[in-house]
């Protein structure tokens, strides 16, 4: 599982952007966002590099972090 901050995500519309983002490289990812800590986990089988490309892409900046 690859594991993100997500420091400018504050809505829905945010967690929705960056939700459709990560399925653009993977649609069969499993996302789970926290707009409350600002967080997203992601199990999928694409690069975390991947990831963070379409995240910021669409306009956020991702941190990487230590998953749980």
Known sequence: M???DIPDMT???CKSTVENAIRSVD???KV???LTTKTV???TD???EDIAAA???A???PGLRAPL
């Open 32 to 34: 789970r966002i926290n």
């Open 27 to 29: 649609d069969q990812a």
């Open 46 to 48: 694409a690069s975390t």
């Open 11 to 13: 809505c829905g519309h």
């Open 2 to 4: 690859t594991a993100f």
């Open 55 to 57: 995240i910021t892409a």
């Open 59 to 61: 306009g956020y900046t």
């Open 41 to 43: 986990d992601v199990k």
